[in-house]
Every structure is written in structure tokens, then in C-alpha cells.
Nanobody, 115 residues
Framework: QVQLVESGGGLVQAGGSLRLSCVAS????????MRWYRQPLGKQREWVGT???????GYTDSVEGRFTISRDNVKNTQFLQMNSLKPEDTAVYYC?????????WGQGTQVTVSS
């Protein structure tokens, strides 16, 4: 059974940084693309970025240059380094594993950026 557990969220001032982690279990992590999504309160969930199995990355325009996704296939962990945070980055952040037949989601971690 695939499980994803995010951590690292919290409260930070605008301009600050946070690093989110997503630990995967129950699967061969290195085979799959991993994604980060976020959902601001009262809004739809939106894609933040992706890291492929071979380490290529892509980001939505609003975080390009500020956020960096990486992965450690030995530790089955995906990371989201968030720098120069803005109040509009406030959301619940979710990691997602892009499996063969379905996607798997973590429970989410709250990131709050104060102005």
C-alpha cells in the first residue's frame, strides 16, 4: 500500500523560506514522477511543480525561480524548497506520486506566510 507523508509546513514571514518533505512507502519510489500541489483556503487545488523519475523538473509560473523540487531516491523522499515566500503562497501543500494506474496523495501540510 502506497503512503505519502508530508512534513515541514508552518508559519513564516514574507521573504522567508521553508522546506517541505514527502516520504513515500510501499512502492519503488525511484520509478515514478512526483508532484507538489497546493490548495489555498476556499480555492481549487493547483499544480506547483513536478520532478520526473530521471530528475527533470518543471514549475508553475508563479513559483518559478523561488521554489525548487528535489528527490532522494535512497530515502524515498521528495523535497520542496520554498524561498522568497509571499502571502499568496499560503495554502495546504500536497505531494502526489504519479503511479502507473493511479495517483497517490499525502495528507497535506499547512504553509502560512504572514505579511
Amino acid at each position: 500500500q502506497v503512503q505519502l507523508v508530508e512534513s515541514g509546513g508552518g508559519l513564516v514571514q514574507a521573504g522567508g523560506s521553508l522546506r517541505l518533505s514527502c516520504v513515500a512507502s510501499g512502492t519503488i519510489f525511484s520509478r515514478y514522477a512526483m508532484r507538489w500541489y497546493r490548495q489555498p483556503l476556499g480555492k481549487q487545488r493547483e499544480w506547483v511543480g513536478t520532478i520526473t523519475a530521471d530528475g527533470s523538473t518543471g514549475y508553475t509560473d508563479s513559483v518559478e525561480g523561488r521554489f525548487t523540487i528535489s528527490r532522494d531516491n535512497v530515502k524515498n523522499t521528495q523535497f520542496l524548497q520554498m524561498n522568497s515566500l509571499k502571502p499568496e503562497d499560503t495554502a495546504v501543500y500536497y505531494c502526489m506520486l504519479d503511479g502507473i494506474s493511479r495517483s497517490y496523495w499525502g495528507q497535506g501540510t499547512q504553509v502560512t506566510v504572514s505579511s
